[in-house]
């Protein structure tokens, strides 16, 4: 008789409780800090909905997508020593949307921006073109910084047929699209102008007043414009000002550097932290004294809400996170803006119908539906979503020559709903994919924040 | 100040949405809240009312004449027989390509896994599979695809004793997709009918697919494939394959993610948008104020707690799977109101040792009066103004019985329904 057929004496029994009273879960991994992508790896049950929802995945047959990336990722790390991150990971465009897709809560953007950065940081060749070219679009502030010198120039210069043959050729910058216009007048010179905080004080005191509300009120919040308002379009953080100072804000523009977005996608991270150290060192000594942080760009709001915790350790960080809101959001929890959005009307420039286009960084703070559902009751102007694929620009991700293609393919279906919907005006909060809009199907691209003023500001 | 709504629903599944779209349709002023995208890309998409009895009985033929005879504390004892009836036909309305309203008699279709399985409501993309159909079957599989092995599967269903022949191909997709191709990139290629090279010459992808199968079909009078055939445009997809094959074409429903299951989704998002309802995934409800009466719920965003206040809610966040009902050492609860439970007090007596045995926590949820207002230990109401629906119910066993959509939908009509007129 072998052993087989008699087994030992044994207690175990597969239904009975098998790690005794003394179990007691061990920290494998001890604090470092080191890139871990372990942080919710194990609830990843390999269901594969991140993967329906990606779009590189949907255009792209070599990249493997989030579940890939992410826990799977992980899981050949840690069986192998010498396993190193997959260079698809550079094809993801950090659009997030496998977060807002995982029904496990695995924090899959966390997982690829950290895998980003520690094949950036230990496997790129800093000397390539690769690396330079991502360098410089991550580092958007500063290209943007100078050029705002001399916008005239810049605005020729960046535009210049032959120039941006060279950009192509030697840096893989595609030349098929338009730079971004800057601005004749930034934003911050705008609001050191008009008289900056006092001014603004003084505006929120007398809206006060017209409303009836107590003229010592504490309504104040900070603005965090980000380049884009503040060097390209500062209608936006015009608009934001003003619609604020309407209801009775005080608004201040506190110190701020690039919210990191651009820095995350390209996994430059050191430079992100750079970035993110400035802004939460302002935001939260404002949070200290009652402010709430308002972004108009859903990219910057998501940075300093989910990004910055998530990947960096600075003091402050949480309360600033916990005190960021995006800037229509924050008005509808504060004030009844429904209310006031019916009992309005627009006529003139933006009496238009809106074709709508949520960017997948709202999606992901629940506000993909905020500006249709906002404005449905709104005399004079209609707001129609053109559906929910992602634009396909997706930040500096459609400005690298390699992915220009694929960055089309992925908006080919907004186009396409763009063209099919009632307005010829497009509308959505964030720059880049206002960019991509205007590209692919010519129209102009408002702010819904453009047309709150209009709306509500007399 | 809060985000403010008449009735606010909590759960973007079955339930959720069918009980947003039934208070909306009451003219209620109606916002759902969903903390991740709608369970529904995880589901069939096939909408089954009852296949079985709890004691094992059926395949059943007409649920509607079963439900009288199920214990009283199943939810369809809780709405009765005609708003089980009333439910399903909103569901109808709400979702037009959908097939089966013309009979009580439940439909039987193959499942990727070779058996039959009894449903109310199919996707008029699976029609042509029927089981009762007697038209002998060709089933295609996908080399890449490991989920449908398509002989496999036609063994299994010869093997229930279905009235027809059946065999299994296997082809490789055109366009050669990577090996591990996600479930949408099938799905694309087809929708936007791309060219791809077949020998050398460049091909549309429906004619490609049409091409790979032609060869393979005897006298087999209809098609099936796993559920990858577009999501924008199923219908034409499957034309076209019909006329290049000359027989109908059916799609196998699949696991997830589930393409049904996303056109679906697709479906109740904009019937739920037509009638006026405000929509919201992404954050989870995390904690709320008021004693008898829930005053409002906060929504977390990352460490934000957003106020969003009504003055009726539905309670619709799953079940165990959809972490609507959660379990630690200590017990069974429900975490976003903390509604009781019924469960044993003895971890050991929620299971069986049997795989497929007769599990209790499989009918673990919240327990409710016949308003489906959730009820406490002591049997009265924890709140008010608040309802449950869907699978944070107890009291039923929607795998062992088939039927987790036909409860969500008619305790989610039920909910939405009295939540509106209660709140006007």
Redesign the interface.
Known sequence: MSDAETPPETEFD???PNTGEEFEPVDVFPDSDDFDLRPGADSCYK???C????PV???D??F??PKFQGPEQWRLKQSDDDHEIDDSVMDCSNCMRCD????S?VPLSQMHNTARGEYVSEQMDKLSVEYIRNRILANYRTSAFLASKVPRLANFAMNFGPARWVMEKTLGVTSERDFPAFAKQTFRDWWADRGGQVQSRENAKAARKRRGLPEDADKKVAYFHGCYSNYNTPEVGKAMVRVYEEFGYEVVAPEQKCSGTPMFANGMLDDARRHAETNVSSMSELVDEGYHAIASCTSCSMAL??EY?ELFDIDGI?KV?????EAV?YL?????L?GEVQAADVDGDLAEEFAYHAPCHS???????QAV?LF?DLDGAEVEDVGDSCSGISGTYGWKEEKYEKSMEIGEEMFEHMEHAEGETGMTECPTCAMQMEHGSGYEIRHPLELLEAALVE | ????SEVLVIGGGLGGLTSALAAAREGADVRL?SY??S?L??ASGLVDVLGYTPDGDGPLTDPYEAIPSLPETHPYRKVGVQTVRDALSLFDDAVPTYEGEHTDTNALLPTHGGSIKPTARYPAGASAGLASDTRDTLLVGIEEMVDFDAPHVAAHLDATGVPFDVRGETIRFPG???A??????YA?LLDTNSEVAVRGRMVPAREALAQRVNPLLEDEERVGFPAVLGDDNPGAIRDTLSDHLGVDVFEVPMG??SLPG?RLEDALFSALDEA?A??????PVVDFDGEDRIEKVF?E????K??NSADQYVLATGGFV??GVESDRDGVYEPVFDCHVPHAADR?DW?E?ELFGDHEFARYGVATDGDLRPLDASEHNEFENLRAAGSVLGGYDFAAEKSGSGVSIATGYAAGQRAAQEAR
């Open positions: 597969p239904v009975a269901c594969s909905t993967d329906t929802n990606c995945a949907e255009v047959d070599d493997p997508g807002n897709a995982c029904p809560g809400r989910q915790p949480d996170a916990e005190n960021t809101f959001e509808r929890i504060h004030e009844d429904k999606r992901n703070q629940g506000l993909d539906r559902e449905r | 100040m809060a985000i403010e809240v991740k995208q369970t890309r995880q050669d997709l990577r591990d191709a996600k479930v949408t990139r694309k997830p993610p996303l006026g405000s929509i919201e995934t992404g954050n929504i965003k990352n460490g934000a957003i106020p959809g972490k050991y299971f040792g």
